[in-house]
């Protein structure tokens, strides 16, 4: 049973999203979906280039699944796993998992290629935090009492979008 999808054409996306990066050269699509074989045990799945592709086992064990891409950073792929550390990996889907924070409820990425990697963690406590151009760049604290949701894209020409929604539902773009 497929629980969830998050899939990329090129470019920019958050979850179940489908976009090309403005004036930019198409990347192979990337779709990554979260699936159950037994019980309530999902595992992270994601293939790249065709839709015919072969599907890479990525993670066991996980909540949520993002990704994005673009032509000069290829794959950007981050999974939420069960116990809330959010690991994130970018380049190629066998690239090593960098753990980048704890106590995470949600996750969302996009990519450009003069903005690098964006990458959108929303924490228990419903701060939104943020951190761009690389997985080793700093977080930034972006807002607070976040607990709707998160959104990002980005593109080479307009740079990063964020887009939250509170607890009181006020959009915040």
Do not use: C, Y
């Not at 192979?28 to 309530?40: A, E, M, T």
């Amino acid at each position: 049973m497929v629980a969830a999808v998050a899939a990329l054409a090129a470019g920019l996306a958050a979850p179940g999203a489908l976009a090309a990066e403005a004036g930019g050269s198409a990347t192979p699509p990337l779709i990554g979906v979260l699936f159950s074989s037994q019980g309530n045990n999902l595992n992270a799945l994601v293939k790249e280039g065709s839709l015919t592709a072969n599907w890479n086992d990525e993670r066991n064990g996980v909540q949520w699944i993002a990704v994005a891409s673009d032509p000069k950073n290829g794959p950007l792929i981050a999974v939420l796993t069960d116990s809330g550390e959010l690991l994130v990996k970018e380049g190629s889907l066998t690239a090593n998992w960098n753990h980048e924070l704890s106590n995470v409820q949600q996750v969302a990425v996009a990519s450009d290629t003069k903005h690098g990697p964006l990458i959108a963690a929303l924490t228990d406590s419903g701060e939104l935090m943020v951190k761009e151009g690389s997985l080793t760049a700093n977080w930034n604290h972006e807002l607070s009492n976040v607990g709707g949701g998160v959104a990002v894209a980005s593109d080479a020409r307009s740079g990063p979008l964020i887009a939250a929604l509170t607890d009181s539902g006020e959009l915040m773009v």
